[in-house]
């Protein structure tokens, strides 16, 4: 299964800036299990939030936010507390944020950083995926991942071997960071793209000690 | 001599590359390049250009160095981490090399060992980063560096036939904040749009280069636009080449080489000059181009 963290909640506040309401959606899957999602992981969060001022339009619970058919199915009850909310905020894996992003037209933002994988790609996701790198820049980039969508995982990309969208790797792959770049103009937001990003801290794909002597990473422990 | 020297002094400057050998041959390459003493300002040696394995860009700049030709230090984020860049890099003011071409690098599949590890723990905008740290005394992990500072002078590069601009024009903008001094763009054979990007970066000082490709037959020119990206030769210039007989393709592609430089001197700062062997025919291309 995929273990995730929660992020600093300073983080997560920074990500929120001024938007006042939140829709909440957590998974209850794998983030459940983690307690960094499910019923836990939301009051837990709902109570941070009206701490900071922010009103929670809706706390929402999904099994799989892997899975865009679900997600879909669930989030159709709820049409009208998302068209009220300033953005929502997911508890799930790097996996859940993405899938989100892809059929929900709102700003979503990242709760947690995912930190393994365990082996486990989500339980029914297309074509996202997450590398589990423990620093989720989902929120910069407008819920497409860089590390798994560009082929040399660039923080500030584009390169200069993308050709008419698509990657020099593979002219048949997109460049993600062509991708990114429209999904930020779609939503106002091509002013991330200033931002200079640090190096990644790859130390944070080593499990640590306490989760490598968890039972969710090793079912023999 | 650091590069931007020869920007501020107002000179229209001209750099030309080298590519260095696969083996541990480089006086052929260094022969060749001596034609070109005193009529170019200094010498681009690639980082494994098109990510195929060859002789390392420090090794040649250096030789170069000792020859009296001011070199230019190309260093991809491909094959190190940021401790091999770094590294590198206090390597290369070690040997006496004054300017960098920081750039992220051709992916590994490109090239001649398909299945080597793609590092890019950097990208171009962190190294320039980390190079100017380094400048100012502190590594990329904040520690101090013992006695004198490292000093150079700072490139980067930018496409500016890219479609969409704006992203490379924001990664241009950080390029220079994380402290680029000059740009290098790929070969442009597309004048108009090189016009309407300089246009559009009025607001940056920087001085740009345009890349200029010295093209030896049609057949090249319609390879660079399958396999090199950035880079769009039109059917007009083509069709030109193709129409030549084989002896009159020297002068051909120098005329048309003259043709471009002549129509680009008014938009940039200098002219990067990709030879690629041909060496030998550059001075007379300068000539003709009033260089």
Request: net charge neutral.
């Amino acid at each position: 299964m995929l273990f995730t963290k929660n992020k600093p909640i300073d983080e997560v506040l920074k990500s929120l800036g001024e938007e006042k309401n939140i829709f909440l959606l957590a998974c209850d899957g794998c983030a459940e299990a983690c307690g960094t999602g499910g019923r836990e992981g939301l009051s837990r969060m709902k109570v941070e939030l009206a701490k900071a001022g922010k009103n929670v339009s809706a706390a929402c619970l999904v099994d799989f936010l892997c899975n865009k058919v679900l997600v879909m199915t669930r989030l159709s009850r709820e049409t009208e507390n998302i068209r009220k909310s300033d953005s929502i905020l997911v508890l799930t894996c790097g996996i859940g944020v993405q899938a989100v992003s892809k059929v929900v037209g709102k700003v979503v933002h990242p709760a947690d950083d995912t930190v393994s994988l365990g082996g486990l790609q989500g339980l029914w996701p297309s074509d996202e995926r997450c590398d589990a790198c423990g620093q989720c820049v989902l929120d910069y980039t407008g819920g497409i991942c860089p590390v798994t969508s560009c082929a040399k995982g660039l923080l500030n990309g584009p390169c200069g071997g993308a050709e008419d969208g698509k990657c020099e790797v593979d002219r048949e792959k997109d460049c993600g960071w062509q991708l990114i770049y429209e999904r930020l103009e779609k939503s106002g937001r091509l002013a991330n793209l200033k931002k200079v990003y640090a190096p990644r801290d790859h130390s944070k794909m080593l499990p640590s000690k306490e989760l490598r002597e968890s039972s969710f990473y090793d079912l023999e422990q | 001599m650091k590069l931007i020297e020869r920007f501020r002094e107002g000179k229209f400057v001209l750099t030309c590359e080298v590519g260095p050998p696969k083996g541990i041959e480089v006086r052929k390459l260094i022969d060749q390049m001596q034609p070109l003493r005193g009529k170019i300002d200094a010498f681009n040696v690639t980082d494994l250009q098109s990510s195929v394995l060859r002789v390392g860009s420090m090794a040649m700049c250096r030789l170069l160095k000792e020859e009296g030709l001011e070199p230019i230090m190309q260093l991809t984020c491909r094959d190190r981490n940021r401790l091999g860049l770094q590294s590198d890099v206090l390597s290369a003011a070690v040997l006496g090399i004054e300017n960098l071409l920081c750039l992220t690098g051709d992916h590994p599949n490109l090239g001649d060992h398909p299945g080597a590890m793609p590092v890019f723990d950097l990208d171009s905008v962190q190294l320039l980063a980390g190079v100017k740290g380094l400048m100012a005394g502190k590594d990329m992990a904040g520690n101090e560096l013992e006695g004198r500072f490292p000093q150079f002078c700072l490139g980067a590069a930018v496409n500016p036939g890219a479609e969409p601009l704006e992203p490379q024009i924001m990664k241009m903008e950080k390029k220079i904040a994380a402290g680029a001094e000059f740009f290098q763009t790929q070969a442009v054979y597309e004048v108009d749009k090189f016009a309407a990007f300089r246009e559009k970066v009025r607001h940056l000082k920087a001085p740009v280069m345009a890349g200029l490709v010295l093209l030896k037959s049609a057949g090249m020119a319609r390879f660079m636009n399958a396999n090199v990206a950035g880079i769009h030769v039109p059917d007009g210039i083509i069709n030109a080449l193709a129409a030549v007989e084989k002896e009159k393709r020297v002068q051909k592609s120098l005329e048309i080489a003259a043709g471009l430089v002549k129509e680009l001197k008014g938009l940039c700062e200098g002219v990067h000059i990709m030879s690629l062997g041909w060496e030998r025919h550059v001075p007379k291309l300068l000539e003709m181009c009033g260089l």
